[in-house]
């Protein structure tokens, strides 16, 4: 039998709050809960898969790759499969990133309403029909059929996760300056169709520091992978060390997977990573959202500036001393620190 347990209370977000977020999401239109002591916010179906992604049965050789989102975990992602599945690049440029990654807990985003306005929007092709079943079925329903060794993309925070993760798989968890990602998940969220953002970036970064948005408190979530961090099957990583030193990170990941490549694979694979090539690498740049209507048509893609540090042209001086606050009273009870930020 399946056990269902689940052993944080969820709780919805009380009404006149949700409708007034529903205003600036409009790809949400039932409502938004509160997980556990920490509060995790989600829209509300994050409901009928509370339980089944924390119960999901888990296996030796899955690998998971976990983050709050704009972190990088794209880019994190690619590099983890490479090195595990000994570069395999035509394999890699055969099956697209959202093939080899099942996403966890998306469906939660696509609200029925507009899982059925894709459905018809996509009705004339039955491979965009399968493709979008593909990408918005539940998680646990496709990872229980995919084929071992499995590759998982969660957005999750760890204490959401199966409880026994860590004594039976790989976790590899990437962080990013907050400020980045703000900006960052700021597009995304006018981007996609299923978030829906209407609003300016001050209102988005205000809902931010609240943990109004989905997958929010960002600094509970980073804690929560930080302290387990010395655990032999995790890997932390942050953007900036990706940014600053491509090379250095893809021999920490080929470590960790027991992996060796030459100074030339290495080289070749950092090419093959780069920003100027992902964007036009139809295998993991998220085309397939475009195409089939999940997200806007237009300029904007997934894969955008790719730089560390961008929100500079982004704050005012309000919402830039607001953030020092911000980062400053959050890291104040902990010994996470963001590398990039030290002396
Ligand atoms: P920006 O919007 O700041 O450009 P995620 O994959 O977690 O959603 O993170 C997306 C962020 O990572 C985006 O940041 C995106 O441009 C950046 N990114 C994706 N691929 C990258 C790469 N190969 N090199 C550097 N940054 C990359």
């Known amino acids: 039998m399946e056990n269902n347990s689940f052993p944080y209370q969820i709780e919805d977000l009380p009404q006149e709050q949700a409708e007034h977020l529903m205003k600036y999401l409009k790809g949400e239109l039932t409502g938004f809960v ?11 179906k994050y409901k009928n898969e509370a339980a089944d992604i924390y119960n999901m049965p888990l296996r030796p050789s899955d690998i998971f790759i976990s983050s709050y989102p704009r972190s990088g975990t794209t880019w994190t992602q690619e590099l983890v499969w490479m090195v595990a599945n000994n570069l395999d690049y035509a394999k890699s440029n055969e099956i ?23 459905k018809a929007e996509n009705s004339g092709s039955e491979r965009k029909l399968k493709l979008l079943e593909l990408v918005t079925q539940r998680g646990t329903a496709q990872l229980a059929t995919t084929p071992s060794p499995r590759f998982v993309k969660t957005h999750l925070p760890m204490s959401l996760l199966p409880p026994t993760l860590l004594d039976t798989c790989r976790i590899v968890y990437v962080a990013r300056d907050p400020r980045d990602v703000i900006v ?22 205000n809902f931010f520091i609240k943990d109004l948005h989905h997958w929010t408190p960002y600094f509970e979530h980073l804690k929560e992978a930080w302290n387990l961090r010395h655990h032999p099957r995790m890997l932390f990583l942050f953007y900036e060390e990706l940014a600053k030193d491509l090379p250095a990170a893809v021999r920490r990941v080929a470590k960790f997977l027991n ?11 950092c090419d093959h990573l780069s920003i100027e090539n992902f964007k036009n690498n139809k295998s993991v740049n998220y085309d397939v959202m475009k195409e089939l209507g999940i997200s806007v048509s237009g300029e904007q893609s997934f894969i ?14 309000e919402m830039t001393l607001q953030a ?13 620190r963001f590398p990039h930020l030290e002396n």
């Not at 509160?34 to 509300?44: A, I, T």
């Not at 006018?190 to 609003?199: D, N, P």
């Not at 020092?324 to 996470?336: F, K, M, P, S």
């Open 304 to 317: 955008r500036k790719g730089k560390a540090g961008g929100w500079r042209d982004h704050f005012d001086e």
């Open 184 to 205: 960052s998940f700021y597009h995304l969220n006018r981007l996609m169709r299923t978030q829906g953002y209407v609003g300016d970036l001050k209102t988005f970064f």
């Open 324 to 336: 020092e606050q911000w980062i400053a009273e959050n890291l104040r009870d902990t010994d996470l």
């Open 259 to 269: 992996k060796n490549y030459s100074d030339e694979e290495v080289t070749r694979l």
């Open 34 to 44: 509160r997980v556990g002591p920490k509060g995790y916010f989600f829209p509300h």
């Open 96 to 118: 697209p990133l959202t093939e080899r990654y099942p996403f966890l807990e998306f469906c939660m985003c696509v609200h029925p309403v507009m899982a059925e306005r894709f």
